[in-house]
């Protein structure tokens, strides 16, 4: 089955700073890539997805690349704001009907 | 609006006792999910339904049971089985349960076991 590793599990940046968020996966079968914003107490919600026939996609501070040689996508944002701070999580899925996430960044934005 | 609605938002529950946890959609989706979520461990597949009367195992689905009756709602049963219950539990749908659809979750359950 596939497998995503998500990296960094917490990442602690400046208001105004960029962050970069990166998930690897197993199955070359996956070609689509959601990326999932939960803030605290809540279920997560979609921010942004990618599909395997593209290579980037941005709306906004928001951007996703995808790399399907080398499986890997990164969530990019930029100009981070205090309510950026949440939880962020990766989905690869495609190649079965399961869908796997990765373990989630925990992003803290500080004024 | 339509949406996932989950209840209730906290849950106790003592040692031994079942407890079933609802969630409702709106949103004529075909297929329902249940995820538990631990912190750092993301989130684990249960059970999940994509039809009516239908419903399969997920990577964590022991002590755990669901009933799939009517399209709208997928209400999931934590048995006394489960030897470590105390967890957020979310649910989640999908247009038709392809494996490229975008997830839309509920406000989640926390359940409690005392």
């Known amino acids: 089955g596939e497998n995503v590793e998500q990296h960094p599990s917490t990442l602690s940046v400046q208001e105004g700073d960029s962050a970069v968020i990166k998930c690897t996966y197993s199955?070359?079968?996956?070609?689509?890539f959601p990326w999932y914003k939960q803030e605290l107490g809540k279920g997560p919600q979609l921010i942004i997805d990618i599909r395997s026939n593209v290579g980037e996609k941005k709306d906004q501070r928001i951007a996703v690349t995808l790399n399907k040689t080398a499986k890997h996508f990164s969530l990019h944002i930029t100009e981070t704001q205090p309510e950026d701070s949440a939880v962020y999580f990766c989905e690869a899925s495609g190649g079965s009907y399961i869908p796997t996430f990765g373990r989630g960044t925990s992003l803290i934005v500080h004024p | 609006d339509g949406g996932i609605t989950q209840s209730p938002k906290y849950l106790f529950r003592k040692e031994g006792q079942n407890v079933t946890l609802s969630c409702e959609q709106n949103l004529n989706h075909d297929a329902m999910y249940w995820y538990r979520q631990d912190p750092g461990q993301g989130l684990r597949l249960i059970y999940y339904s994509q039809i009516v009367n239908d419903f399969q195992k997920g990577d964590i689905a022991e002590g755990y049971s669901v009933s799939r009756e009517k399209k709208e709602s997928f209400p999931l049963t934590v048995t006394s089985a489960q030897k470590n219950p105390t967890a957020f539990y979310l649910c989640a749908s999908t247009v038709a349960g392809n494996p490229t659809d975008t997830q839309y979750f509920g406000p989640g359950t926390r359940l409690t076991v005392l």
């Open positions: 199955d070359s079968a996956s070609n689509y």
